[in-house]
């Protein structure tokens, strides 16, 4: 075997993959969440979508979708189950009927009130540092922008 095609081999291998080292890492955090997030009735994409509108109530869909890099074939099924559990309202814009406005119920947003505690233990899970999750997260940032501008 010559060092050219060991160092390929070497490349193959599953442990060499960045993709699989975040794919499993995700995998990992969102089981923590799974946990985190059953006394709140939420999945881990529902949790994203309600952070969104905790941080500020009543967009549109699209809106949604590009905080979340979610496309609306993905985002509609997640909100007509939001809306199903009480915690959201989907309505047409007033203005552009082709827009669907979200906006919290009264009872999604009494539900920040018991998520507080989620950020916390997830954080306290992960066993690293303030500083060094920040960094992570800039670096994971930073990766997801070059991939975006690859696909």
Not at 52 to 66: A, R
Not at 83 to 103: H, I, K, M, P, Y
Request: with cysteine; glycine share 6%; proline share 3%.
């Amino acid at each position: 075997m010559t060092s050219k095609s060991a160092k390929t081999d070497a490349l193959l291998r599953l442990d060499s993959q960045l993709c699989f080292a975040l794919y499993s890492a995700n995998l990992a955090m969102t089981k923590v969440y799974r946990r985190l997030l059953a006394d709140l009735g939420l999945t881990y994409p529902q949790y994203l979508v309600m952070l969104v509108l905790w941080e500020g109530d009543g967009m549109t869909v699209s809106n949604l979708g590009e905080r979340l890099f979610l496309d609306s074939a993905t985002l509609t099924p997640l909100l007509k189950r939001l809306q199903a559990a009480g915690l959201v309202l989907r309505e047409r814009g007033l203005e552009d009927e082709r827009q669907v406005l979200v906006s919290l119920t009264e009872e999604g947003r009494a539900l920040r009130t018991k998520a507080r505690a989620v950020p916390e233990n997830a954080f306290c899970a992960t066993g690293c540092k303030p500083e060094e999750l920040q960094a992570m997260r800039r670096d994971l940032e930073q990766l997801r922008a070059s991939l975006a501008q690859h696909s």
